[in-house]
């Protein structure tokens, strides 16, 4: 083979970027060795310092280098708003809409018998028991809208039947800036169903 | 700002990589940080010793761990016939062909003199040097099909007019595959000035 081992080692290695092909990963080794050669390095270090140093917050199990993320740790926040999500990247999604400003708690995935997820492995138990402690007005539930993440909501909000929480799903429709005529049956029929008095 | 610093940094670190942009980044951090750590912890040891470790062949240029790159160091191949390129990565384009048996040569660049771009910064005085010292029966320019890479081709062309060495362009003409009604005026013009009795 014509490259130099290491050069092909790289490649390989860039592979496990997500979205990431033969192609790129050729591409991305070249221009970081020919031209970003401390972009790179800074790149190494940064990379082993955030698989070190992050874990997860102890208050809602997003991802933090300290033991409370800054977002529990903010005390401006409304902690009687609870929002329910599967992953750390759909915190940053609802951050990013300025439109939330509550407190957020990570499952860190949806059930899924076949995998073998179960509610223990989601932390609901733990959620739970924070509801319990708690002075929580309303827990939004904003898993995402695929048949895990339903049958995850709806499992969360039985658990919670007894406790006096206001417990609400976020809303299903057609997108801002659709057209109907793209958007698929089952979301048009949850939209028309979930109609409001203008 | 609602993301831990340690994830920004991460974030803008992988900004580096070329055809990455905001989203991209987010996207391979939080990837990275739930699913690939050990992964990601290679990626950071390789990418660390390929940008110390590797550097440049001192026979054809190329990138090369190695004083000698494992082309330049393999004895099968026919050392009369050199290729010279523009850069790394068009060594292992062609090499990929596996139409061409002999060895390279690698500007690191093309003549550019806006620049600051000269001859002696592309290394072609040690390229005539070694045309002057070593049995080379063909020199093909393999430069790219642009002004610059056209000029550099003229350029080193017109250097070796009194050697008693074979000079050769790759070919310009339509490339395989392609449809002429997409062809542009300029490479369909080439295509036909440069027409082969069949």
Redesign the interface.
């Known amino acids: ?7 092909q ?2 490649i390989s ?2 592979r ?4 990431v092909g033969p192609k ?1 990963a ?9 031209r ?2 401390d ?13 070190t ?2 874990g997860r917050c102890e208050h809602c199990s997003t ?4 033991a409370l ?3 529990c740790a903010d005390q401006s926040r409304n902690q009687k708003l609870l929002c329910v999500v599967e ?3 759909d ?2 999604a609802i ?1 990013q809409t300025g439109g939330f400003n509550g407190l957020y708690y990570v499952l860190g995935g949806h059930l899924s018998p076949l995998d073998g997820v179960g509610p223990d492995d989601l932390g609901i138990d733990k959620l739970v028991q924070r509801l319990l402690q708690e002075q929580v007005d309303e827990l939004i539930l904003a898993t995402n809208p695929t048949v895990e993440g339903e049958a995850t909501a709806h499992y969360i909000a039985e658990q919670l039947q007894d406790l006096a929480i206001k417990v609400s799903r976020i809303a299903h429709g057609v997108p801002v800036g659709g057209e109907l005529e793209y958007v698929d049956g089952g979301t048009l029929a949850h939209a028309l169903a979930g109609r409001r008095a203008i």
Chains 1, 2 share one sequence.
């Not at 496990?16 to 979205?19: H, M, R, V």
């Not at 972009?39 to 698989?51: E, F, G, M, P, Q």
């Not at 991802?63 to 300290?66: A, F, G, N, Q, W």
């Open positions: 083979m014509s490259l130099s081992p290491l050069i080692q790289l290695a860039l496990c970027l997500p979205g790129s050729q591409r991305m080794a070249f221009h970081l060795l020919e970003e050669r972009a790179a390095l800074l790149l190494s270090d940064i990379l082993r310092t955030a698989v140093d992050l991802l933090s280098e300290t993320c800054p977002l992953t750390p990247m915190v940053l951050e």
